[in-house]
């Protein structure tokens, strides 16, 4: 697909690109300034609950180092930054008539502040999983709809107190709702916990918590974008939306039956929030498998959740082939594979058993999603773990030849999606920014296109990350000012430390790690500053002929 297109092929000035993070998977710094507990504190401390034993307490210390987190994206040169406000830091206690805690709106005020002087827009997520803790243990969380008003409170807030600044941020209302329903009530794999397999959990109930949480998510969802277009849109002039986990789903070969699962298994795994979302109702499929064991919504309630997201924000990693069978609800009993019937592999293996590499998968639901709903998609997360990195020295983990495959390929079908599919995408978004805590995994399965050495705190660039930021450097447009013809662009570049020059560098000290790795390197701050400055010259043209004109016709 990448063969066809030309060297002219770009992305518009405005494409936001950039990397995503999480509060959890990088804060560290869980009871410092007045935050509450979030249900994953405790629960990622529970025995056996993350592969390494590890929990949320340190992470990357990025309540700490969020300044040398924000020079990283500085020298990477993003246009955007994805990262999500902790609904306890805000509301410690989370309820609608529960104090709120000014320690923690200043921090994220503060960061955004930083952001915006530094160019780079502010993408917001206002829910990345972490509950707070008390309102777990009042109502049982999103299985409550007590949750609904207690959510749209915290909404609200964030939306009166960061909004006003914030004037071309997108709004996300939640992080893949399937996630939070199957692999938090259903399977009991992430907080809080809950499933029916008394092995895993003492308390839940697989078949009917997982439905009642996700119809609860999308009225949250739902409810918090009505206060936001009705009071906060039109003075603030953002954009808000939801964003969806799910890959896409191939029928392991053309008989009619797989060809039916892999649209249950896209029925399941998304069109359960999206079509109520965009199409105004469950999907048929998901209404005939669940029976009563499926809410439903009043006829107000759908009118509330029927438009309610202005864009499709889409978390994508990966492909899976699937054939009919099995009794797994949360795949429309459906089975997965990445073998196909000739014995080879989809693509290359992650870390982590459910993905592999399969570009051609990426594109396919690109096209799926933006002819079923219509909607400008945002890419907001997408990314590969490389196998065994976390046992690899430095310096091998910086060469992570499996990720750059990754994104050489994605990104070559963001360009083609876009140019020869016509498929409206605004954003890609990399996962992650940094290594980081990967919930179930602990630290050891590691998505970052920055290796972070955990006994330092030191970020090392991987050759990932080299890769991505020149290919978007390559590939969109620079900003055009009225009259550009004849000023020259100043050119956008990062040149960023090699992978041996770093590894070799002391370990011992804790400073940010970028620059100081590599002394002899020159970084040339990007984009934003020199972007600036060339809009500035490319606009004085302009103002001369506007002058001249005020002057000739006074
Ligand atoms: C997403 N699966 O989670 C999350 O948004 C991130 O917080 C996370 O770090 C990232 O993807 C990588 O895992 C997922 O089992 C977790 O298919 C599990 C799955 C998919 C996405």
Redesign the pocket.
Known sequence: MASHQSLTDKLPSDFLWGFAT?SF?IEGSTDVDGRGKSIWDDFSKLPGKTLDGRDGDVATDSYNRWKEDLDLLTQYGVKSYRFSIAWSRIIPLGGRNDPVNEAGIQFYSNLIDALLERGIVPFVTLY??DLPQALYERYGGWLSREIIDDYVNYAKICFERFGDRVKYWCVLTH??PW?ISI?GHGRGVFAPGRSSDRTRSPEGDSSTEPWIVGHNLILAHAYACKLYREEFKAKQGGTIGITL?G?MALPYDDSPENITAAQHALDVAIGWFADPIYLGDYPAFLKEMLGDRLPRFTPEELAVVTGSSEFYGM?T?TTNLCKAGGDDEFQGKVEYTFTRPDGTQLGTQAH?A?LQDYPEGFRQLLNYLYKRYSKPIYVT?N?F?VKDEHNMPVEQALADHDRVQYFKGNTAVILAAVKEDGVDIRSYFA??LLD?F??ADGYI?R?GLTYVDYETQKRYPKDSAKFYVQWFKEHTEVEEAPQPAEVPQQPQSVDLPSADGEAKQDSSSSSPTVEAAEPTTTVKRVANGDAAASKVCACIPTILTVLTHLYRHP
Do not use: I, P, R
Request: charged share 15%.
């Open positions: 999480a998977q990345h999983w992080n893949e996630c692999l986990n890959d978390n990693y982590c459910w997360e990314g773990a996962w992650s980081n990967e919930w399965t998505f």
